[in-house]
């Protein structure tokens, strides 16, 4: 098509149902596991989303879906490990990074795989998470990582912008001793 001709002068009328951004949708899913549990509406059916319900299924999670609706109970949690057969469906995969180092103090994760839109380095999470206490050993086929206590609030400034780092950095921190929690506060596993 090469052009579109619009006709005005008529009011428009009607409804039509905006499905929720995956884009958005991916961190939440991650920062669930730091819940007993969560209900996600309005969630788009699609195979990122799938991929990232099977990580949180293998870390002890119960999904639910119907409709467009998840619902998520992480209160029996247990895993830390993500395998390269999860980790290698998406690129996104590496969000889940901040959660379980913030919920378990621990985590061992494959570098995630997803599409190839060219390279997309994780530096700025490993360089944030190192900033919050983290201890990462880098391998060539995944990530070890540990934490003594709990992750610790730091100011981190990101070299360039990255809503990914962002977003993982921003989960991990919920957990995090310093800052001004309030009154409210979620123990980690073991706690």
Known sequence: ???????????????????????AVLPILSAALLTPW???????????????????????CRVTAQ????TLDASEAHGSGISS?????????????GALLAKFGRAQIALPGG????????DLHLSGLRQMGARIIEQPDGLICSVDGRLKGAKIQ??????????????????????????????????
């Not at 005005?8 to 149902?17: F, M, N, T």
């Not at 969560?38 to 002890?60: F, K």
């Not at 057969?85 to 990074?97: K, P």
């Not at 309030?182 to 706690?191: H, T, Y």
């Open 158 to 191: 990101l070299r360039y912008p990255s809503v990914g780092a962002t977003e993982n950095l921003l989960i991990a921190a919920v957990l995090a001793q310093g800052g001004n929690r309030g009154a409210w506060s979620c123990p980690r596993a073991g706690d």
């Open 38 to 60: 969560a209900v996600i509406e309005n969630c788009p059916q699609l195979t990122d989303v799938m991929a990232s319900c099977r990580i949180l299924e293998h870390l002890g």
């Open 85 to 97: 057969r999860l980790t290698g469906e998406m690129r996104g995969s590496i969000v889940f990074l």
């Open 67 to 70: 409709d467009n609706t998840l």
């Open 115 to 122: 599409c190839r839109l060219g390279p997309r380095p994780i």
């Open 1 to 23: 098509m090469d052009r579109m001709a619009i006709e005005g002068g008529k009011a428009l009328r009607g409804e039509i149902s905006i499905h929720g951004a995956k884009n």
